[in-house]
Structure formats: structure tokens, C-alpha cells
């Protein structure tokens, strides 16, 4: 059953010893931040900060693990959500031959009607306390990272409705703090909101919106799962939770918020306002996403319960709490993508380090050549799969949770000439490689079997790299990574620090006209700056740092035929070598002084042994001193 209160569900995580309670007095001011950076890159617990200067204790990584993610959602299993969909969609669906087999569904529809949300008279517990006047600035609201352009608001949940149909969409948007009674509003034009917003533009009316925090997780999680267009959250969170939300009217406009969430924040979007610019903010690619200008959100009132707790997140560098929201909406959806999509998937799994938008993996029972790239497009044009960068398709027998196994796919079962497409679209906001904001290329690799691949021998084509010569003639390369080809997997990562333009394409020219590699299929290029050998760093930067089209090439060899492999440039661009006008971002790294000062402070937390700042590893990435690198 859903949890009545927040409370109720830090009991049940304390008593799971998955939190521990912090009585030290830690500032919202980027502390909190660093003390759960460096929880969340160890596995460790959700961390309540109960002495931050403000009325309302701090509940974070709350969601920051499976288990976690299981008592919020209420399951065993991540998986058991998706089997249920299933079970409901085969019995609704199956065919009915007699009355009385048609009467054995009606108790399933009984119980789905028992999900719908429930409008209720009255006040809520989410408005025990009315603020006398509106002050955001009264809850504990964290700045996370040196560069944010101030303190945001990271897990609100935000209502809105369409002005046309009257359907609500709840979403979840962050919210920099400008004025007591002023935040930004930061919906991506992709999103319902911002659709709603432009409705009530076109009219000139202002748009009521109202924020909640807290509550039952489940109503959290529902704000960001990819439901269908105009479908109801808050049926989705009620079947989550096997029991209705029951829905209070605010106070100072018509929409209606979950009765038991502990804090309500009231208000409107003027359209005829002048847009604010809004960020930096450490965003969860683990870059910063740049200023740039979106709606001013006006509160009128603020409401909480008697004990609320203020819940807030992270993100940053992957992990970070936000993987595990996602893995639970992987998994939770992966049968409906099966159901009303692609029938012929078996799995999906969508890495951490490709931080949702950059990088898919999924394997499927193939039928007919080409399937893969069938499956591709369809996702492509599946909600926000639209985004996705990177594709990947296997075979069924793969396991795709391997990462090495998907690579040995990729090896015997990938021509880069033939198995490998391009297209473009929509790209995610937060994608900074691209050339023209929101649109890029995505590249999708079929690693499935072919029936008319000739097999060869490690003898007849083996994986040949020079790396002595290579290192000796080009002092432009840093580093070699070819421990990959030893196992037989045909990737080599070369690390380099470019000093002409088209430095990346003009090089790798050169390795082969000298022969100096030969036959190994995926050859990346990084900056002089990252580790080679630490391959999880290089896949999220890789990832981040290309737009496929542009940044993939294949090279003619002397005898006219082109070399069998591509060349991936995932260095940094600039303007100097790259030709590259857009601002590029910096990644995020702690203020060293919050470091040291959490460093001394940390023997008082009660956190157990010394666990050392994450981003300690990471400086050696970042250049400058602001959320962009100025070149």
C-alpha cells in the first residue's frame, strides 16, 4: 500500500538501515551536495539532514539505489511493475468466446477504476500551515555545485492543465530561486508544460501552476515517468501505489495536488512577462547546462504540513540518484514498448554512463535482416526515445547487462561499413554537441548476426596496432588504450591533445596510411586530459562529446577501397580547431574549499569511514573556473 506521509517512508527506510540521520549542522550551500556526492558514488544510504539553519529537515538520495527504489514503489522486484501491465493487458485483451469469460473482467476493471484519482473536500494535511507571506526562501533550498547560478529547487513536482481539454499534466521541471515570491520555471519546449504554456500565451491569460514536494515517492516518480500525452499521472501513480490519490483544491487557483505531500507552492506564469535568464545549473549529463531564458513562476501562496520534510536531490557526474529513477522507469516500461511498439524486443538497458539520452542497448528475437534498424526508427519516433543518440541492437542471446558481451557482438557481428546508420532529429536540451540547439544526428549499430557475414579467422584479419611507432612519430598523442584488442574486442582508444584544425581526421589518415593500424573496427579519440583506461569515464564523455554524423568518419585506404572500421572523434570541440560556435560546457566538479571543509567536518557526520570527494578525480577535466570553458 502507498506511504501516508514522507515520515512514513523514512521509517521504513531507517529501519531498513538504508538512511542514517545527520544531527551536525551541514549548509544547504553546496555541503549537503558534497556529503552525498561522495554517499552516492559508494553505494551508501539516503542521508536526512536534520540541523541545516532552516525550520524543515533535508531528505536526500532517498531513490539512490534498487532497494530504495523498491520500498518507494512498494515491489520486490523492479521488474514486477511491467509483469503486472502485462498480466492486466493480456486479460483485458484476450479473447472473450462467452459471456460469462467476459464477466471474469470485470473485477480487473473494478480494480483499475479503484486507481483513478479521487477530488476530495476540505483541506488537505498539505495545508496545516499557511505562510503568512509567501517566502521560498524559508525552506532549506540547496545550491549544488560552485557554478549554479543560484539556489534550485530539484524535485518539485509541477501541475499544470491544458487549457483546451482540461487534462493535467504533471511533470517535473527544476526551479531556480530568484525572490521570495519569484523562481524560473525551466520546461524544455519538448515537454506538455510548455506546450500548455504556449496555449495560454496565444490567449494572453495567465497559467495557474502549482508545485508540490514530498508526499508519497510514488507521486514523485509518476511526475517523471514517459506517459502518453494527456494521460493522467495520477492514475499511473494510483496504480502504482494500489491505491487512488485523493486531490485537494489549492488555495489561490483551480488545480488540484495530492492531499498528503508536505509542502505547496502556489502560483502563475504571466505570458506577457519578460522571460528570465535562468542557470547555470550542474546538470545530471554531468556538465552544466548554460543560461539561457524561460517563464518567471510567481508564487501567491505557500502551504505545508505540520513536520514537513523538504526532499531534494542531486545530479551530477553519473551515478547519481537520478540512475536509479531511471532504471525503475526502464524496467517498468519496457512491456509497454513491447506491447505497443516493438513486439520483438527482449530487453533494453539504457547505461548509467549514457545518462538516458546518449545511449541505448537492447536485443531482440531476429526474424529478417535490417530488423535491427527497424526497431531503431520505431523507437526513434517513440516519445522522448526520440532524444537517444545511440543505438545499439544485439541478438537475443546477448546479454546486454554485460558490457564486454556487447562489445564481443559488436566485433563479430558489426561492419562498420554496411551495419551502421545515420539519421537526425530532436535532440535533448541538454545535449551540447550539437551544432544547431536541439537537433543533431544519431547513430544507430546493428550487432546482430548475418546470415551472409563471412566469419573470419583471428589469423586472416587480426587487430594490429603499432602503439610504439605511433607514440614515437606522433608526440601529439598522450596515451594508447589496445588492452581491448588483446581480448579480441576491435576498440582502441587513443587520448590527444589537438593543436591544428581537423587535427582528429588528419591523424587518423595518417595511422593508416602508415599502416600503423590495421583491421580493428572502432578506433575513439579523446582528450589528452582523460584517462584511457577508465573506460567507464570515457563511454559518458564519448557519449556526451559527439554528434554521430559529424564526428564519425571512415577513411579511404591507397587501393581506393575505404579502411573497415570507423573513426570517432570525442575530444572536445571548439572554435579554434573544430569550427564549433556553440559554448561548450564545463564538467562539474566541487569547489575545492567546500572539499576541505567537508574533509574536516566529516569525523562529526556519523557516516562511517572517510570517503574521499569524488570530484578529486574529475579536476583534472575541468579548465577554467566557470560553467563554461572559455577558449
Not at 544547504?28 to 536534520?50: H, M, S, V, Y
Not at 511526475?223 to 496504480?239: H, S, V
Not at 551530477?316 to 540512475?323: K, M, R, S, V, W
Not at 608526440?475 to 589537438?498: C, G, H, R, V, Y
Request: with cysteine; hydrophobic share 40%; aromatic share 10%.
Amino acid at each position: 500500500m502507498a506511504f501516508k506521509n514522507l515520515w512514513q517512508f523514512i521509517n521504513e527506510l531507517e529501519a531498513a538501515n538504508e538512511l542514517i540521520r545527520i544531527k551536525t549542522y551541514v549548509s544547504p550551500d553546496q555541503e549537503i551536495a558534497e556529503i552525498t556526492d561522495r554517499i552516492i558514488k559508494n553505494n551508501g544510504p539516503a542521508l536526512l539532514f536534520e540541523n541545516t539553519g532552516y525550520d524543515f529537515p533535508v531528505l536526500i538520495n532517498s531513490m539512490g539505489s534498487e532497494k530504495r527504489m523498491c520500498i518507494a514503489l512498494r515491489v520486490n522486484n523492479l521488474n514486477d511493475v511491467s509483469k503486472e501491465i502485462k498480466k492486466i493487458i493480456d486479460e483485458i485483451s484476450s479473447p472473450k468466446d462467452s459471456f460469462f469469460e467476459k464477466l471474469k473482467i470485470l473485477p480487473t476493471l473494478n480494480i483499475l477504476s479503484s486507481y483513478l484519482p479521487k477530488n476530495i473536500k476540505g483541506k488537505g494535511s498539505c495545508q496545516e500551515v499557511i505562510m503568512e507571506k509567501p517566502d521560498i526562501y524559508k525552506l532549506p533550498v540547496l545550491k549544488c555545485w560552485p557554478h549554479d547560478g543560484g539556489n534550485f529547487i530539484t524535485l518539485p513536482v509541477v501541475h499544470t492543465k491544458d487549457l483546451e481539454s482540461g487534462n493535467r499534466n504533471v511533470g517535473m521541471y527544476r526551479m531556480q530561486i530568484f525572490k521570495p515570491d519569484l523562481t524560473g520555471m525551466h520546461w524544455h519546449l519538448h515537454k506538455n508544460s510548455a506546450r500548455h504554456f504556449n496555449q495560454y500565451k496565444k490567449l494572453n491569460k495567465k497559467m495557474p501552476v502549482t508545485v508540490t514536494l514530498g508526499g508519497d515517492l510514488v507521486d514523485t516518480f509518476s511526475a517523471t515517468a514517459p506517459l502518453p500525452d494527456n494521460f493522467d499521472e495520477y492514475i499511473f501513480a494510483g496504480f502504482l501505489r494500489k491505491r487512488k490519490v485523493e486531490l485537494v483544491k489549492c488555495l489561490t487557483n483551480e488545480l488540484e495536488i495530492p492531499s498528503d505531500v508536505d509542502f505547496v507552492i502556489e502560483g502563475y506564469i504571466d505570458p506577457s512577462d519578460d522571460l528570465i535568464l535562468e542557470g547555470p545549473f550542474g546538470d545530471h549529463t554531468g556538465f552544466y547546462s548554460l543560461e539561457d531564458y524561460y517563464p518567471k513562476f510567481h508564487i501567491t501562496c505557500i502551504t505545508h504540513r505540520k513536520n514537513a520534510v523538504y526532499p531534494t536531490t542531486i545530479v551530477g557526474i553519473p551515478p547519481h540518484e537520478d540512475a536509479w529513477i531511471g532504471k525503475a522507469t526502464e524496467r517498468i516500461f519496457l512491456m509497454p514498448i513491447k506491447l505497443s511498439l516493438v513486439p520483438e524486443i527482449k530487453n533494453i538497458n539504457m547505461p548509467v554512463e549514457g545518462v538516458f539520452h546518449n545511449l541505448t542497448i537492447f536485443n531482440f528475437l531476429k526474424s529478417y535482416p535490417g530488423q535491427a534498424l527497424k526497431i531503431m526508427n520505431s523507437l526513434w519516433g517513440a516519445g522522448q526515445m526520440m532524444f537517444n543518440k545511440i543505438f545499439i541492437g544485439c541478438d537475443d542471446n546477448v546479454n546486454i547487462d554485460d558490457y564486454f558481451e556487447v562489445a564481443k557482438a559488436i566485433t563479430e557481428n558489426a561492419d562498420p561499413l554496411k551495419d551502421i546508420i545515420f539519421t537526425k532529429g530532436p535532440a535533448d536540451v541538454l545535449d551540447h554537441s550539437c551544432d544547431v540547439f536541439t537537433f543533431g544526428s544519431k547513430i544507430g549499430i546493428d550487432a546482430s548476426k548475418k546470415e551472409v557475414l563471412k566469419k573470419t579467422s583471428k589469423t586472416e584479419n587480426p587487430l594490429i596496432i603499432e602503439a610504439e611507432k605511433i607514440l614515437k612519430t606522433h608526440p601529439e598523442i598522450q596515451a594508447i588504450n589496445s588492452d581491448l584488442t588483446k581480448m579480441d574486442l576491435s576498440f582502441l582508444i587513443i587520448s590527444i591533445k589537438k593543436n591544428k584544425k581537423n587535427h582528429v581526421l588528419s591523424l587518423s589518415k595518417e595511422l593508416i596510411s602508415s599502416d600503423l593500424i590495421r583491421n580493428i573496427k572502432f578506433i575513439i579519440f579523446v582528450d589528452d586530459c582523460l584517462d584511457v583506461f577508465d573506460l567507464k569515464t570515457l563511454v559518458w564523455i564519448a557519449s556526451n562529446n559527439i554528434d554521430p554524423e559529424r564526428d564519425c568518419f571512415f577513411i579511404d585506404q591507397s587501393d581506393e577501397k575505404k579502411y573497415p572500421g570507423v573513426f570517432i572523434d570525442a575530444t572536445r570541440k571548439t572554435k579554434k580547431y573544430d569550427n564549433f560556435s556553440r559554448p561548450w560546457p564545463n564538467i562539474i566538479v566541487s569547489d575545492k574549499k567546500i572539499i576541505r571543509k567537508i574533509d574536516k567536518k566529516w569525523k562529526d557526520l556519523n557516516l562511517g569511514d572517510f570517503l574521499e570527494s569524488p570530484s578529486n578525480k574529475y579536476y583534472k577535466m575541468y579548465f577554467g573556473d566557470s560553467a563554461v570553458i572559455d577558449e
